[in-house]
């Protein structure tokens, strides 16, 4: 995975840095991942967090975030990266093993009351 962080503030640490690639790396669980391309700014007094995510399968993924500081930003955009990937990994899974297997059989029948049984309960309390 290629991860790419373009800063267009000067004063971007190299933690600040180093904590966002090892979030980002983090959203490798979900799928390979080709590249990471990172854009942080500053607009007045929030902090900007844009990332675009190219998966090796699908179409490509972007998310941006603002918030009063650099982690709480960072963590905003993982957080809705992680459930856009997500989404993008069910939507890939092979849906035919459903369709062939049995059901399980239901044991509805058994667990459900009859109204006489509620009735029943109800008067005895």
Not at 42 to 66: F, L, M, N, Q, W
Not at 72 to 101: F, N, Y
Not at 103 to 109: A, D, L, R, V, Y
Request: proline content about 4%; hydrophobic content about 25%.
């Amino acid at each position: 995975m290629n991860i790419t962080i373009t800063t267009k503030v000067t004063g971007v640490s190299e933690e600040t840095k180093k904590y966002t690639e090892e979030k980002m790396e983090k959203l490798e669980k979900f799928c390979k991942l080709r590249k990471v391309e990172i854009v942080m700014e500053k607009e007045g007094e929030e902090y900007k967090v844009d990332v675009v995510v190219a998966p090796e399968r699908g179409t490509t993924i972007a998310a941006s975030s603002k918030a009063g500081d650099w982690p709480s930003a960072v963590e905003d955009v993982t957080d809705k990266l992680e459930r856009q990937l997500r989404r993008l990994k069910e939507k890939t899974k092979s849906h035919r093993l459903k369709k062939g297997q049995p059901q399980p059989p239901s044991n509805q029948e058994d667990e459900e009351e009859t109204y006489k049984d509620a009735v029943n309960k109800m008067k005895q309390e």
